[in-house]
């Protein structure tokens, strides 16, 4: 749950909707039909394989700092074979947390 | 005529599937602790999708603001090169400069792509405003549904902590289909688990970022 205070919450939101649309500015009007170098291209395409890898490990085998094996896995477990077979995201949700909530229960 | 429909067809139809992946993010937010106001109002002024569910995942595991904004901002990236990509069709689909600051709003994964896809600017145009105002409407109201929803359950009961990692899930599926985002994606997740332990919380998905740089040596 949240450490701090709701209203560092709302400074958090505001600093990302405005960095986000800064973001998308930057491209669409600034910077105009420029072309950024290759590698920097490769890189910037790589960040959410990189960063959805990350947090799908973070929230499926930790609770804050330490690692732990609990009914999430069998949520991410179903998950990862129903993402696999291209069920649509509501699909995916419901079963995970259906996984998941079962094994809590039982 | 029947060209600018099915760009409106499969326009519409995209953002109703995208007021779905809404839902659960109203869910999964205010499960990580934020309020309904405070859900709504980062799909209303962030509106992106991945960059909302990293910042309210590492919120709700009790990380910093800093580190939550850091993971958020980083995702949110990609949206630079997307602006680039539309960027010299920016007069067709957007006119005049107060216009184009209007449209920088929209500019995310789904209406570059849908865009992108048509060949002629009068059709570029429609894909993308009605992409981006369709996906808006959606995404809020979908927001907004699940919520409220979520605010009225009990999470963990239902599993819905659940919810982040399945949808990152189903986002992470796409990237894992090139030779190089699958190594991105495993060094990135090995950093992670690695460091989770003793880096502040949220700080280990800044750390992941590093595996972009897979992308450095290699040319293909």
Known sequence: M???APANLWLMIIALAASAYLLKMFGLVVLGSRQLPKVFDRCLGLIPAALLSALV????FSVGQSLVFDARVAGF???VVAAWRR?????VV???ASATALLRAI | MSETRRVVVSSLTLSGAV??????FGVASVSAGASVWQTCALSLFVFTGASQFSAMSVVGAGGSMVAAFGGAVLLAARNLVYGLALSSSAKS???NLPRRLFAAHFVIDETTALALAESSPKLRKVAFWTTGIGLFSFWNLGTLIGALAGSAIDPQKFGLDIAFPAAFIVMLMPHLRSKLGR???MLGGALCLISISFLPVGVPILLAATAVLVGVRNDQ
Do not use: H, M, R, Y
């Not at chain 1, 490990?57 to 499926?60: A, E, G, P, S």
């Not at chain 1, 069920?87 to 699909?91: F, G, K, N």
């Not at chain 2, 007021?19 to 659960?24: E, M, V």
């Open chain 2, 19 to 24: 007021g779905i992946f809404a839902l659960s």
């Open chain 1, 94 to 96: 419901v079963l995970a």
């Open chain 2, 93 to 95: 689909v957007a006119g």
């Open chain 1, 2 to 4: 949240i450490n701090e």
């Open chain 1, 87 to 91: 069920a649509p995201l509501i699909v």
């Open chain 1, 57 to 60: 490990l973070k929230d499926t």
């Open chain 2, 183 to 185: 190594q991105a994606a």
């Open chain 1, 77 to 79: 477990a179903v998950a």
